[in-house]
């Protein structure tokens, strides 16, 4: 019998500049999405979630999807590519919304690796740079984001435990 761990995020030794994660599965975006992150982040901006005002009073003709779902849910995207074993998120350095992204539209993303460095002060870390793209059904970039996370090196990473013990199929 072979057990398998699913990988979860990655070891600084892991990653290497110019790298690229192709994060699966993408995600449409339903109103219902769109209408719930606004109500739970207190944005009511009709924009996104009154039909009339949109078709009416917007440039773009119809209701938008708030920029940071889009951005939360691609940053979702990456983690077990990314950051599922990080610890830390540093910081966020750039976040663009090169296009509007709409109800029903098919999110997709991928990460690249930019830098990665050893930590100075401890022997036991590094920091990763990464930059990440969305794409929308039509292969358009609606987001781009550049962050940096902070990894285990692969020795000093703490224990994946659950808690059970391994004779469960036995």
Not at 47 to 68: D, K, P, S, Y
Request: with cysteine; glycine share 6%.
């Amino acid at each position: 019998m072979t057990i398998h761990d699913r990988p979860f995020g990655r070891y600084l030794e892991d990653f290497v500049p110019g790298d690229v994660y192709r994060h699966w599965p993408g995600k449409t975006i339903t109103e219902y999405d769109d209408h719930l992150f606004c109500m739970i982040t207190m944005n009511h901006h009709p924009l996104h979630t009154n039909v009339w005002f949109a078709e009416h009073e917007t440039v773009q003709g119809r209701n938008v999807v708030v920029g940071n779902l889009v951005y939360s849910l691609v940053l979702g995207m990456s983690v077990p590519d990314v950051s599922g074993a990080a610890i830390a998120n540093l910081e966020v350095e750039s976040l663009v919304h090169r296009k509007p992204t709409f109800h029903g539209d098919t999110i997709y993303a991928e990460t690249k690796v930019i830098d990665v460095v050893e930590s100075k002060s401890r022997d036991d870390r590094g920091v990763v740079t990464v930059e990440t793209k969305a794409f929308n059904q039509d292969g358009d970039e609606v987001c781009f984001f550049r962050r940096k996370v902070m990894v285990w090196k692969r020795a000093s990473a703490p224990a994946r435990r659950r808690p059970y013990g391994d004779d469960v199929w036995e």
